[in-house]
T-cell receptor, first 111, second 114 residues
Framework: AQSVAQPEDQVNVAEGNPLTVKCTYSVSGNPYLFWYVQYPNRGLQFLLKYITGDNLVKGSYGFEAEFNKSQTSFHLKKPSALVSDSALYFCAVRDGYKLSFGAGTTVTVRA | EAQVTQNPRYLITVTGKKLTVTCSQNMNHEYMSWYRQDPGLGLRQIYYSMNVEVTDKGDVPEGYKVSRKEKRNFPLILESPSPNQTSLYFC?????????????FGPGTRLTVT
């Protein structure tokens, strides 16, 4: 069975500083990995995905993620955080037709 | 506009009273899924459907039913709701072609069972 771990419940950064949200995964086959973002009182929005190819994946709103097979990680990154990036972030892994999400990481970017 | 819609958005009900939450998508997606979101637990998949008349259990199917009689609709049915089903529910859809399953989410339905 597949699973996802987001080891940090909260991440706090100052605006303009780099932002990293951590994710590790466990899956039996090839990993299909995703990041989603949830703004307050909204549904989830797709940010980016890793299916195959380059280990550095670029997505929406200036976010990118680095796939590391040996460490089974898929950390989300943004070089310079904005206050508007404050939200709840979810990592997810697909195994067959099933999707598993992590518990989520709340990101707060202070001005 | 491409979208996933859910109704109702908010629902307060009593234990044992059957209810249905509707979900509809206008993107001709094959794949549809229901999730519940609970604090500290993230999203957990309840049921999913790969196409019309094809459904399967996710991680937390107990107490829920689904049906997929039309490609665009995927209702979630709670035959006898209980307080532990109080949660925020999301419907999502995606294409199957390409294999990525990038999900489009509805706005959510907040259910309270008393």
């Amino acid at each position: 069975a597949q699973s996802v771990a987001q080891p940090e419940d909260q991440v706090n950064v100052a605006e303009g500083n780099p932002l990293t949200v951590k994710c590790t995964y466990s899956v039996s086959g090839n990993p299909y990995l995703f990041w989603y973002v949830q703004y307050p009182n909204r549904g989830l929005q797709f940010l980016l995905k890793y299916i195959t190819g380059d280990n550095l994946v670029k997505g929406s709103y200036g976010f990118e993620a680095e796939f590391n097979k040996s460490q089974t990680s898929f950390h989300l990154k943004k070089p310079s955080a904005l206050v508007s990036d404050s939200a709840l972030y979810f990592c997810a892994v697909r195994d067959g037709y099933k999707l598993s999400f992590g518990a989520g990481t709340t990101v707060t970017v202070r001005a | 506009e491409a979208q996933v819609t859910q109704n109702p958005r908010y629902l307060i009900t009593v234990t044992g009273k059957k209810l249905t939450v509707t979900c509809s998508q206008n993107m001709n997606h094959e794949y549809m899924s229901w999730y519940r979101q609970d604090p500290g637990l993230g999203l957990r998949q309840i049921y999913y459907s790969m196409n019309v008349e094809v459904t399967d259990k996710g991680d937390v199917p107990e107490g829920y039913k689904v049906s997929r009689k039309e490609k665009r609709n995927f209702p979630l049915i709670l035959e006898s709701p209980s307080p532990n089903q109080t949660s925020l529910y999301f419907c999502a859809s995606s294409l199957l072609a390409g294999g990525s399953y990038e999900q489009y989410f509805g706005p959510g339905t907040r259910l309270t069972v008393t």
